[in-house]
């Protein structure tokens, strides 16, 4: 018989990652389940990056759990300047072997680069798994954020490929018990993802939306999916803080979203 306390007990129970931006974890039952790979769909603006650089900084600063960050649209020096306005020094975490940027970007166009890793074949996925595992024995990961997702689309084109080779990457990241976030860019709001499978191959999908209302623009929050948990089913607004994002938990966008 059916005991929905037992199965409330049990899902309470389960390992949680939490992701320590303010407001989001009570969304999902105290973080994401840990060895998962998860989604964080959303248009230009939203924060998608921000989101998922917060989730490194404080899987270091405040639960003591390494990360691996990998660049497709930035390059690391880019990154690295853009954080300090939140007063992160991903500088300082490289140096101390908490943190690892591979550079993914340079020379996907054509710069050339001194960081000390280096996607020197771009989307190559077995190359950069193979990259990412050498950085894992090396400074114990626990988290990692590829940024993004859409860039290997792009190069790849078809649907079937891009399915295939994120499937190969959110397996190898569980695999090595990583738990990862990867960004996917849409290019309007009726959108989830840009090719339509990206969230087939996640465990959990995070949209952030930031839409116009009237001569204001709402930034919202939903989980679309977290499988094996429960989670949050509306829309809650969130801000871009000096501090990183924070979400309003308790509040919701449903009066002014439409």
């Known amino acids: 018989m059916f005991d929905k306390d037992q199965v409330e007990k049990q899902i309470n129970r389960l390992d949680r990652v939490p992701t320590g931006i303010s407001g989001f974890d009570e969304l999902c039952g105290g973080g994401l389940l840990r060895n998962r790979t998860y989604l964080v769909s959303g248009t230009a ?17 405040k639960y003591n759990e390494n990360g691996i960050y990998i660049a497709t649209e930035e390059t690391p020096e880019q990154v690295r300047e853009n954080v300090k306005q939140f007063g992160w020094d991903f500088k300082a975490l490289e140096n101390e072997g908490r943190l690892a940027i591979v550079d993914a970007c340079s020379t996907k166009i054509g710069l050339p680069t001194q960081e000390k890793y280096v996607d020197v074949r771009p989307f ?41 080779e994120l499937l190969r990457l959110s397996t190898t990241l569980e695999m090595l018990n990583l738990t990862s976030l990867m960004t996917c860019e849409i290019i309007n709001e009726n959108m989830i ?66």
């Open 45 to 61: 603006g939203a924060g998608k990056t921000i989101f998922g650089l917060q989730y490194l900084y404080n899987g270091i600063t």
């Open 124 to 164: 190559d996925m077995r190359s950069l798994l193979d990259q990412i595992i050498a950085i894992q024995e090396d400074n114990g990961a626990k988290r990692a954020f590829l940024d993004g997702s859409t860039s290997i689309g792009f190069y790849l084109q078809e649907p079937l490929k891009i399915r295939i």
């Open 193 to 258: 993802t840009r090719f339509g499978v990206e969230d087939f191959v996640t465990e959990g999908t995070i949209l952030m939306s930031y839409k116009r209302k009237e001569s204001i623009r709402v930034r919202g929050i939903e989980i679309i999916k977290m499988r094996g948990t429960s989670h949050s089913q509306n829309i809650h607004p969130y801000e871009i803080t000096s501090s990183g994002i924070v979400v309003h938990q308790h509040e919701e966008v449903y009066s002014t979203w439409k």
